[in-house]
């Protein structure tokens, strides 16, 4: 694995930076380290470029710097800490804490690029996942153990639904959950953290988090696109841990899946790519799959996730919401003119 090695930044280009190595190039997919003053800023490794030189995605905003900023390869892909000690912490892309808690008590840490369960590991069983709401229950059930979808334009209340099922499922869920926040609204997830400590899922003690029921991991609309299209696997590897290693059934939301195929769009501009139908990356069924692929349930456990989807301008065929449609098991879609009229 190649590691230790040390490049040189030569030219950035907001999100986009690229860097020239004199001796043996990093991996596609690996995380590279620069310092900025006093912040450390990860990047990844999306294309080689030239013998020498490789184009990386920064995890974070590039302001502070400059060209020939000393740049290291990790030898690895960007990891993630995983098990007990990340339930009740908030905690960014690259695994680090931003809920002033102190560092993260995590035993083991793991990459956010891996395989899907195979065909073997897969668990084929059906079984309805109560939700505690009426009309969801008796008219569009989800299942258990499977992929559920919100779709709905701006203002029509995915969040507000997916909170409440959180309300209902999570709270009174013996398991562990997992909360993905992907380019949604700050205030919202300084809410969400909130209501959880209000309810006691998430139990703030003195020194730690321990009782606590939840992992937040957020990359909000402030952050730059390589943090908002890595978030949802780093939720997704949290996810992973708990059911494969734990053999836990865990739950997993995600807030907002369009922000993800948003972001994989602009890294896809700002890498030079040709876009494909109205302007999204030319790798969107790809990148869709190598998320969903991951949550599913196999023997060990399972992730049942729900995840809020945004149709752009209410348009159901538009390529980012008709690619999510193939992944979900349920789907609930939600009518502007039925919240016009105040019915939620």
Known sequence: MASNSVGRVTQIMGAVVDVEFEGELPYIQNALEAKI???????EVAQEIGERTVRCIAMDTTDGMVRGTEVSDTGAAISVP???????????VIGEPIDERGPVTAASHMPIHRDAPSFEEQSASAEILVTGIKVVDLLAPYQKGGKTGLFGGAGVGKTVL???LINNIAKGHGGVSVFAGVGERTREGNDLYHEM?????????????EGSKVALVYGQMNEPPGARARV?????????????VEGQDVLFFVDNIFRFTQAGAEMSALLGRIPSAVGYQPTL??????LQERITSTKKGSITSVQAIYV???DL???APATSFAHLDATTVLNRAISEKGIY
């Not at 003053?37 to 990047?43: A, D, H, I, K, T």
């Open 162 to 164: 997916i909170q409440e």
């Open 37 to 43: 003053g006093e912040r450390r800023l990860v990047l």
């Open 197 to 209: 400590i209000d309810a006691g899922v998430i139990k703030l003690n003195e020194n730690d988090t």
């Open 317 to 319: 065929t538009d390529p």
């Open 312 to 314: 752009p301008a209410d």
């Open 82 to 92: 995983v098990g007990p000690g990340t339930l009740g912490r908030i905690l960014n």
């Open 285 to 290: 069924a790809t990148d869709m799959g190598a």
């Open 232 to 244: 949802a696997l780093s939720g997704v590897t949290m996810a992973e841990y708990f059911r494969d």
